[in-house]
């Protein structure tokens, strides 16, 4: 496994590779979501790619760049295991020097949801993912449905700069109990955890209901805010359901609808969503 911090020597591999490589882009402190990509990534491609890079663009100043979970030797462990070829992993500098002057942004599915409460996320994570995407050349790139508007918004970015790759999202890997695998999960403490699950149980709901022909979206998201609302440790952001392409909220459920909803839980920020099939 090569392990890259360089961008001109990331560069300088790619182009002397001339199989297809398939490229994960991660923040690292990796859980078995981030290895679900990995795996896949392995079996569709004869090279494959991880980044390690917590990118400080897409943090808010109020957010937690500084105290993101970080551990570079257990994460170069575990791909190594799943038999990655390369790893780039550059420095803050390497990637923004003093000079670096340009935004990549995408409109409309932006202003939304996430981009709604963290103004600014998004043209940081489609800046990185623009300037990833021309260092590493990949294939294929893998990103997880549980980030459902991140990959909405680089599908768009692909499509509308002409980007020559694909983009694979796969399915979200949960807890045992339900609860979403997010490296943010180290956060909670022992009676957070078990709070965090209403997220979970709000899903659920809305896919019960949906399943027993509910179809107003209002009633929908009015049963999933009761819910949270009764768990004393949460604070909702938004619950919403909308639109699975455009974003756009709806009145009447008509699939594939994305359910998704941002929650406190204490000082932890927590997203998760269900598609409505
Ligand atoms: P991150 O390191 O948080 O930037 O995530 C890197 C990639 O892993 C993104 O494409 C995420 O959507 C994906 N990911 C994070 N958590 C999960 C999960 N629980 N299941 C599947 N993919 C995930």
């Not at 979970?69 to 990637?95: C, H, N, S, T, Y």
Request: hydrophobic share 40%; proline share 7%.
């Amino acid at each position: 496994m090569k392990i890259i911090e360089k961008i001109d020597d990331m560069i300088r591999l790619r182009s002397q590779l001339a199989e297809p490589v398939g490229f994960v882009p991660t923040m690292g402190y990796f859980h078995e979501g981030h290895l679900s990509l990995v795996r896949q990534a392995r079996a569709e491609n004869p090279l494959v790619a991880v980044s390690i890079f917590v990118n400080p663009t897409q943090f808010g100043p109020q957010e937690d760049f500084s105290s993101y979970p970080r551990d570079p030797q257990r994460d170069l462990d575990l791909l190594e295991k799943e038999q990655v070829d390369i790893v780039f992993m550059p420095p803050v500098a390497e990637m923004y020097p003093p000079q670096f002057n340009s935004r990549v942004e995408v409109t409309k599915a932006t202003e939304r949801l996430e981009g709604a409460s963290r103004p600014g996320h998004f043209r940081g994570v489609t800046t990185v993912c623009a300037k990833l995407f021309n260092i590493v050349q990949p294939t294929r790139v893998y990103f997880g449905q549980k980030d459902a508007q991140q990959a909405i918004v680089i599908k768009k970015m692909v499509l509308d700069l002409n980007m020559n790759l694909e983009i694979v999202t796969l399915p979200t890997v949960r807890e045992p109990d339900g609860l979403a695998m997010s490296s943010r999960n180290t956060y909670l403490n022992p009676q957070e955890r078990q709070a965090a699950l209403v997220l979970y149980q709000a899903l659920t709901l809305a896919q019960q209901l949906w399943s027993q022909g509910e179809k107003n979206a209002q009633t929908i998201r009015q049963q999933m805010t009761e819910v949270i609302q009764k768990q004393p440790l949460a604070k909702i952001d938004y619950v919403s359901i909308a639109d699975a392409e455009t974003l756009d909220e709806l009145d009447t459920v008509k699939p594939p609808a994305l359910v998704s909803l941002a929650v406190k839980i204490g000082s932890t920020r927590l997203i998760d969503n269900v598609v409505l099939e």
